[in-house]
């Protein structure tokens, strides 16, 4: 899977797009099959997926940390699946928020773990093999919709509503990792995040699909005496636009931008460049939560860097408060159903 995208991704298909056409034609048949005849193990506990139409960010690891709060809510023991994308380990690994690093085992994991038991693997049924055998009643599995080697209970796709699916080509067209009939097809509902109009078309088609929409919004939480500090805002993520947004939106001017790739790793040259920037020009640093756990548990400029930054946290809030409980209570309707009928 690309895990960088190109900006004209997000732009009106232009050459390049169309010049790729013949490339993300393959990749759609090979991606479209693969989505069809996948052959899926069970597992003896519900599953939901939290995935997304496109390669990049659109709030997949808010959204499975809201669902994953609002199981415990209800007495369940949820556990995260993650593939753990950016770290070095390739064993099924329970991750330890305290004593694992995000080169180990990827950035995402860490804020998993903060909140539920997790496990990464890069075979999804091993992985959840070892999260049936660590007790949890629920697996919410970050990612993997299109390649999914387990039976999915529920799947919500989740879209960012001021980008949408892009230009809609797919892989290495454009952003779309499958084709879009073949993904309607499996999803169980959609989540709407934000309130732009880029996901407009698409939540249209999936209503007249009869699939359920939901919609959020992702909220920074409150930071005291942060509105009219100006800032340097750097971060590594899909979407770092979404993250200056986010900034803004808390009463921050943003002096200076600095945009890396997602889960990128900071070298020392960075992070010193950061810093003496920051010093200059009198800014205050702000970063992601998923940046600072790639910084946290080092020493040196990292650790130097983390104790100057501000670390902006936020949680997805569902427009309906029902919306994670029905999500929950549909996927173990589901799961029942499946296991009655192997009966």
């Known amino acids: 899977m690309v895990s960088e995208a190109p900006p004209f991704w997000w732009e009106k298909s232009g050459w390049q797009a169309w010049a790729l056409a013949p490339f993300s034609f393959v990749y759609g048949k090979v991606a479209g099959r693969t989505m069809k005849r996948a052959k899926r193990a069970s597992v003896p506990v519900p599953v939901i997926c939290i995935g997304n139409f496109t390669v990049g960010g659109a709030g997949k690891t808010p959204t499975a940390i809201a669902i994953a709060r609002a199981a415990l809510a209800k007495g369940l023991k949820p556990g995260f699946l993650s593939r753990g994308y950016g770290g070095t380990l390739d064993v099924t690994t329970l991750v330890d928020a305290h004593h694992h690093r995000s080169a180990a085992v990827g950035d995402e994991p860490l804020l998993l773990a903060r909140e539920a038991t997790a496990v990464i693997s890069r075979k999804r049924v091993e992985g959840a093999k070892r999260l049936v055998a660590e007790g949890v009643d629920l697996i919410i599995m970050d990612d993997g919709f299109q390649s999914a080697r387990l039976t999915l209970d529920y799947a919500l796709v989740v879209i960012d509503t001021q980008r949408g699916i892009g230009n809609g080509h797919l892989v290495p067209g454009g952003p779309v990792r499958a084709p879009l009939d073949e993904q309607m097809r499996q999803l169980s509902a ?80 960075e992070m010193r460049d950061l810093l003496d920037m920051a010093s200059k020009r009198n800014l205050l640093l702000v970063t992601t939560a998923k940046d600072a756990v790639r910084l946290n548990g080092h020493h040196g400029a990292a650790a130097e860097l983390l104790s100057s930054t501000l670390v902006i946290e936020i949680d997805m809030v569902f427009d309906d408060p029902n919306a994670a409980h029905v999500m929950i209570d549909t996927a173990i309707a589901n799961y029942r159903r499946r296991r009655l009928h192997k009966i």
């Open 190 to 269: 959609i989540l709407k995040v934000g309130d732009g109009q880029a996901a407009d078309a698409i939540v249209r088609t999936a209503a007249r699909a009869g699939k359920p929409v939901f919609v959020s919004s992702i909220r920074p939480r409150p930071q005291p005496n942060f509105a009219g500090k100006r800032v340097l805002a750097y971060a590594g993520i899909a979407d770092p636009d979404k993250f200056y947004r986010t900034v803004e939106a808390l009463g921050a001017e943003i002096g200076v931008k600095r945009a890396f790739s997602d889960h990128h790793h900071f070298s020392d040259e």
